[in-house]
């Protein structure tokens, strides 16, 4: 079966489990793999918020199979659903004229006290990567409301026109909307501001919310940029998720007569909205795994000429040690984050990331023979994440600082009880820290890490023969985790189990729902490193399973992907060596 249709048949699945954003997206990677995938598109139609959109995917559909009539039946139906809400609309506002004709003093009267506390419930937005530009908080009552939006409404209109000045994004509909859709952030201070946004990105739908706040001082006024990071879709990076400072504050010079003017010339200003628009670009990049283009849009960001100064520059630097630790430049990641402590020593994500990437340095002689990390890169990845722990005070909540902390932890500990260290509890009690702040979905930006911390805790008790509680742990890891590569590798740790227990059957469905789950993974544009170990880690389960022909053809897939002697070459070459012939 084709990888479209794999996807296809996965998002069946979720959506019985209720599941439709997962759902979704595993849709629209089976179109951007085959546009012409019919089922892909009657799901989507199917699931569709709005029937503008629904009837889209259905004319998208009808030209696939011009001749099918149930198609053809669903956009009469749709068509007529439309006009009939249209009705419906002009019906309920020609009632509401009729008595604003005959009420018209009491409506005077009621205008200025009732309308403006009607909370009307916002449009949730349709496109695949949403961006939101709200309104900015007053952060002084001398302020007049009206400076405050024409300052909202001329960064909006540059970041607007930035975005359509870099074109669009052939492989993803990015949609933007301004203040004018949306109520303005509120909060004294950057974690209630923070909060506000995370509460208007679930309500809307919005993958990156931008705001900030305005402050009138003797000779003008202050803007403070911020955005803020949706959890869902950056499963991959979870240290990109939550609040951002975006650069220094950005002064306006300027009386209440001026303003119009000054903050039409104000060249920070120009210089912000370009720089936010490269970022926004290259994050909506990293969303769909495109992370050489991510990285170009993230650097392109970080040039000097568009910095006056370096006050709040850390997160592009962060972003761009994202993207590189994608491709696994390593080099380039621990540059990029050293420049961001640099910026700012207190800098908790920056440390975050380098405890990580040591980590895996450490790692890097898993993929030998024989497992032997290098103590030194454990030690440095220890003493990264122990420098994040003593800056978390300083940090958003929403970067989840000690939770990262405890994960990364964790690992180093499991690490070293594998190699015969007693630092079994040690390792259990840093993931349980983990799931005692996720607590059970009460912060979702944290039901990733959560999934990989039920699976660390599978593997210490499958160590210590705790099989069943092994198994639950799997399956708590398989019931959170939105990563196709990792549900394939949870799937193929219970295989694994099972088949140590004499359980073929269960095994053998084990191993091939692994198999489903890695070539999702395949349809994603990973590095060929990363197909490569997806190609060898379906090679196993098909050898597993006994089928040699399959298991040849996906070892000789993955050694297409690596370079000739490279160490992961040598090895998939001998595992493909010993299948039998």
Not at 86 to 101: E, G, H, K, P, Q
Not at 363 to 378: H, K, V, W
Not at 381 to 399: C, H, M, N, R, W
Not at 525 to 533: E, G, H, I, Q, W
């Amino acid at each position: 079966m084709k990888i479209d249709d794999d996807l296809v048949r996965q998002a069946t699945k979720l959506l019985k489990q209720n599941e439709k954003e997962s759902a979704r997206s595993l849709l629209k990677r089976a179109l951007i793999i085959n546009p012409k995938n019919e089922k892909a598109l009657l799901k989507l139609a199917d699931i569709a918020e709005k029937l503008n959109l629904r009837l889209k995917y259905l004319n998208d559909a009808q030209k696939i199979s011009p001749t099918d009539s149930h198609i053809q039946i669903e956009i009469l139906n749709t068509k007529e659903k439309i006009k009939e809400h249209r009705r419906s609309f002009w019906n309920r506002t020609n009632i509401f004229i009729a008595v604003l004709s005959s009420l018209v003093t009491i409506i005077s009267f009621l205008w200025f006290q009732i309308i403006p506390t009607f909370n009307h419930t916002t449009p949730k937005m349709s496109g695949e990567w949403n961006v939101a530009v709200a309104g900015f908080a007053n952060l002084d009552t001398d302020l007049q409301s009206a400076d405050v939006e024409l300052i909202q409404n001329v960064f909006f209109n540059r970041f607007k026109q930035e975005m359509q000045d870099l074109g669009d994004n052939a492989n993803l509909v990015v949609q933007v909307r301004g203040a004018d859709r949306f109520t303005s952030i509120s909060g004294g201070s950057a974690e209630e501001r923070a909060s506000e946004a995370g509460k208007l990105a679930n309500e809307i739908n919005a993958d990156m919310v931008i705001y900030g706040n305005v402050q009138q001082v003797e000779d003008g006024y202050v803007l403070q940029p911020e955005f803020y990071i949706r959890a869902e879709n950056y499963y991959e990076a979870e240290e990109l998720i939550g609040q951002h400072r975006f650069g220094g504050p950005i002064s306006i010079l300027a009386t209440r007569d001026t303003l119009p003017s000054q903050i039409q010339l104000n060249i920070e200003l120009t210089r912000r909205s370009k720089i936010l628009a490269l970022v926004t670009r290259g994050l909506s990049l990293y969303l769909i795994h495109s992370y050489d283009q991510a990285s170009q849009f993230f650097t392109q960001a970080n040039q000097d000429d568009l910095w006056q100064n370096s006050i709040g520059r850390e997160s592009v630097y962060l972003f761009q040690a994202n993207a590189a630790l994608q491709q696994q430049k390593y080099d380039q990641v621990i540059l990029a984050l050293d420049q961001a402590i640099k910026i700012n020593p207190d800098y908790g994500r920056g440390y975050i990331g380098l405890g990580i990437v040591h980590y895996i340095l450490a790692s890097e002689s898993a993929n030998q023979i024989s497992f032997t990390p290098d103590g030194q890169e454990l030690r440095l990845s220890i003493d990264f994440y122990e420098k994040a722990l003593s800056v978390a005070g300083t940090q958003p909540s929403s970067a989840e600082i000690p939770s990262k902390a405890a994960f990364g932890m964790g690992q180093i500990y499991l690490t070293k009880w594998i190699l015969g260290e007693d630092t079994r509890e040690r390792s259990i009690e840093e993931f349980q820290k983990v799931l005692t702040r996720y607590a059970d979905g009460q912060e979702p930006q944290l039901q990733e890490l959560a999934a990989e911390s039920h699976a660390r805790l599978a593997v210490i008790y499958r160590q210590d023969d705790q099989i069943d509680t092994a198994l639950a742990e799997f399956q708590q890891a398989l019931r959170l985790s939105t990563s196709p590569a990792r549900k394939g590798l949870y799937h193929a740790s219970i295989s694994a189990i099972y088949r140590q227990q004499g359980d073929t059957p269960q095994a053998d469905s084990e191993s091939s729902l692994a198999i489903e789950q890695y070539q999702i993974a395949l349809a994603l544009p990973v590095s060929d490193k990363s197909k490569a170990l997806y190609w060898a880690k379906i090679a196993e389960q098909y050898g597993l399973l006994q089928n040699t022909a399959q298991a040849v053809d996906a070892y000789e897939n993955a050694l297409k992907l690596l370079p000739v002697g490279s160490p992961d070459y040598e090895i998939y070459q001998q595992h493909l060596q010993a299948l039998p012939h």
